[in-house]
């Protein structure tokens, strides 16, 4: 996905706790990372989490099924509906339950890195706390 100014200056205001641009930056940087590891036929399911979250967080349209455009699901609970502050929560609570788990479920197994990227861009850009997700330039 393409990040534009637009559609960094349409997420709700609510819907974050660090400054807009800091969210633009990172999520820019999470869909050219995602974009370029994937051309490199590579899976970098924490970039693609970071953008899945941002996408959500954003309130961003994405290609769906058959090509058409949908609203982009949350990263967790995969919900549908719009990010608004008590969802934003509530994915915040499901995020962090599951990365207490002893044993997390067979679909995030099989997708190394996405969990922690989920808690991290919620615990940052929702709740205003810690550093903004990051991954190694390889």
């Known amino acids: ?6 559609d960094v ?3 709700p205001p609510g819907n974050l ?9 990172l999520w820019i940087a999470a869909e050219q990372r995602s974009e370029a590891q994937g051309g490199r ?5 924490e970039a693609g989490a970071v953008a899945i979250t941002c996408r959500w967080l954003a309130r961003a349209s994405v290609d769906g ?13 995969k919900s549908a509906r719009l990010a608004r502050e008590e969802l934003i929560e509530a994915e915040y609570l499901a995020a962090e339950t599951l990365a207490a788990r002893a044993a997390p479920p067979e679909w995030l197994v099989a997708r190394p890195g996405y ?4 808690c991290a861009t919620l615990r940052w ?3 205003g706390r810690g550093a903004a997700p990051t991954w190694d330039a390889s």
């Open 1 to 6: 996905m393409r990040v534009t100014e637009r």
């Open 9 to 11: 200056d349409r997420v």
């Open 17 to 25: 706790h660090v400054p807009r641009r800091d969210f633009g930056v």
């Open 41 to 45: 036929g590579v899976t970098d399911y």
């Open 65 to 77: 099924p058959g090509g058409r455009r949908r609203l982009a699901h949350a990263p967790i609970t």
């Open 115 to 118: 969990l922690a990227a989920v």
């Open 125 to 127: 850009a929702w709740r």
